[in-house]
């Protein structure tokens, strides 16, 4: 029955009756007030522990958080560089290819230039004998006309064939520029991306670092988390040690009163039996006087008769005591205990509703009990039922008894009774 708080334990400690030994209970309870109040502090600086714990991990969560959107910049910065890495490999061959196209062109130019030179040359050269074979080697004026036209066409061809070369060296010059210019401008991008992943870089490894500081500082909390435990647990285990002590105290104090009172009982009984002898004795010497001073009397005369009769009468007084007698018949007498009820229900046990028992086994009613400071499966018996001890809960001395439902725990209420140790 795990729902119940330590403080149930703290409550518990005003079970102790002030009827035990003066000596040995202010002792013990001083000992319980002050295992009580170094529990109670161990307790806040818990509590203290498990809010830094919290805070701790909501800052790393945060952290973690953010790292994953650093993460996220970065791949996607990664993919910028490597995307822009891509374009500006592509740039340089298409620069390459244009470099190279412009060096053809350049030859096809100087080729072309050379030819056309040399055909201008031939041109002036033999121009009045180039026309006049012409003329006379033609067999009609037509033929003529056309060898002259043929000879217009070649030059036009030359110039434009120039001209064509000069338009595509300008454009290959031109592209050769813009390419240039992307290129830069690429360069310029992935220098940029690349500061930006450097800086990203730097807050990934700092928000790493402080992921680390935090996780270090949680399990430092969790350290002393774990040490707080450890000692709560062990000064539980005190006071469930000195509740008992002064349970022990009390009951031996209960079974010393009980035995003086016996003693007392018995020697008022004799005393009384005596007084009865006595005083029986007594009449019968009064009454053995009375006979013999009736006899004298007789004697004296004969005709005067003296009878005498006494009587006796006494009472009893029974006292009778309305405290309970303790019967050690039934076990090791433990003392009177607090009483109360639980169910398996999620009131009752919150988180641990519908489970087991903290022994292990399933809570039955009129069986399970839970209750701490005595090992599982110790049996005692209450109001002569005999239950088993299979939960924890509750510090010694406060019995919570298993019912089958919460209201029936709640009928229960709160009493009080003698406990007995069965086994």
């Known amino acids: 029955m795990r729902r119940k708080r330590i403080t149930s334990l ?3 400690v005003c079970l102790i009756v002030g009827s035990a030994v003066q000596g040995g209970a202010a002792t013990t309870q001083e000992k319980i007030s002050n295992a009580k109040a170094q529990q109670q502090a161990n307790q806040s600086s818990l509590q203290q522990t498990q809010e830094k714990i919290q805070e701790l991990e909501s800052k790393k969560g945060e952290s973690e958080t953010y790292l994953a959107d650093l993460n996220t910049q970065l791949n996607d910065l990664r993919s910028s560089l490597e995307k822009l890495q891509n374009d500006y490999d592509a740039k340089q061959e298409e620069l390459t290819q244009l470099q190279s196209d412009l060096e053809d062109a350049k030859a096809d130019e100087a080729q072309q230039y050379e030819a056309m030179k040399l055909r201008i040359r031939y041109m002036y050269e033999n121009s009045a004998s180039n026309y006049m074979n012409l003329l006379f080697e033609s067999g009609s004026i037509s033929d003529f006309l056309n060898q002259a036209e043929n000879i217009s066409q070649m030059s036009k061809y030359d110039r434009d064939m120039l001209d064509t070369y000069k338009e595509t060296k300008e454009a290959i010059q031109t592209k050769e520029e813009q390419v240039a210019q992307e290129k830069e401008d690429i360069m310029a991008l992935q220098q940029e991306s690349a ?10 490894e700092a928000t790493y670092q402080q992921i680390r500081e935090y996780q270090e500082d949680i399990q430092s909390q969790q350290t002393a988390e774990n040490d707080l435990l450890t ?24 079974l010393a009163a009980q035995q003086a009172a016996a003693e007392k009982a018995a020697q008022e009984a004799a005393a009384k039996e005596a007084a009865e002898k006595k005083a029986a004795e007594e009449a019968a010497a009064k ?16 005709k005067k008769q003296n009878t005498t009769s006494t009587s006796t009468t006494t009472s009893k007084s ?3 005591t309305t405290d309970t007698t303790i019967d050690t018949s039934k076990g090791k007498y433990l003392g009177r205990f607090k009483l109360t009820a639980y169910c398996s229900c999620s009131i009752c046990c919150g988180k641990w509703s519908g489970g087991g028992t903290a022994s292990g086994t399933t809570p039955t009613p009129g069986r399970t009990i839970a209750m701490a400071g005595v090992p599982f499966g110790t049996k005692l018996s209450i109001n002569g039922q005999i239950y088993t001890v299979e939960d924890r809960g509750t510090a010694y001395g406060h019995v919570d008894i298993f019912m089958g439902s ?7 209420g709160m009493k009080y009774a003698d406990v007995y140790q069965v086994n």
């Open 10 to 12: 703290v409550l518990s």
């Open 195 to 204: 500061d930006k992943q450097a800086a990203v870089e730097e807050l990934v």
């Open 231 to 254: 000692k709560i647990s062990s000064q539980e285990d005190a006071i469930n040690n000195l509740l008992r002590q002064a349970k022990e105290e009390e009951a031996a104090a209960r």
């Open 287 to 302: 009454k053995a006087a009375q006979q013999k001073a009736a006899q004298q009397a007789a004697s004296a005369t004969e």
């Open 318 to 320: 029974d006292s009778s």
């Open 406 to 412: 919460h209201s029936e725990a709640l009928g229960f």
